[in-house]
């Protein structure tokens, strides 16, 4: 089963029409990093990251994973070895997304399978489904308010994959 994005501004799975945002500059088929555009694709989905000090498990297929204090996913172009893939964040000095953050936005989280494999520097990272309180516009990922991530959850599992178009 797939979700698909419809106008940029829905997500359907099955019967279900989630409202949701995208990048502030929309859709792109060269994402670059740092754009803040979305990119176009058919994508995998990662496990489900969240905020278990916050939040209990919720009820979903995926692999549950509790978002720690030092982890972050890694932004930084000058990384051939880290660059598009979770961290420990340490004395480092390699630029990431912080996971474990002071806001909402990540308390769910699940990476969009994007530019993983065979993984190009500079062509964007850290894409995902996370969470968006009035449908603000993200700076290349999707996301939806907390009570339709939950329900989306409830329905997708490992094999689901995203529509981005």
Known sequence: ??????N???LIFNDFIFKCSIGTKGLTKNKVEGDKKTPIGIFSLGNLYYRR???SRPSTK???ISIGRNMGWCNDVKSKKYYNKLIKINKKKIRHEKLFRKDYKYDF???INYNIKATKIGKGSAIFLHLT?????????VALERKDFLILLKLINNKTKIKLA
């Open 109 to 111: 989280m699940i990476p």
């Open 62 to 64: 995926l692999k549950c």
């Open 8 to 10: 940029k501004v829905s």
């Open 133 to 141: 309180k009035k449908y603000k516009s993200t700076s290349g990922c």
């Open 53 to 55: 000090d916050r939040h």
């Open 1 to 6: 089963m797939t979700i698909i994005l419809k």
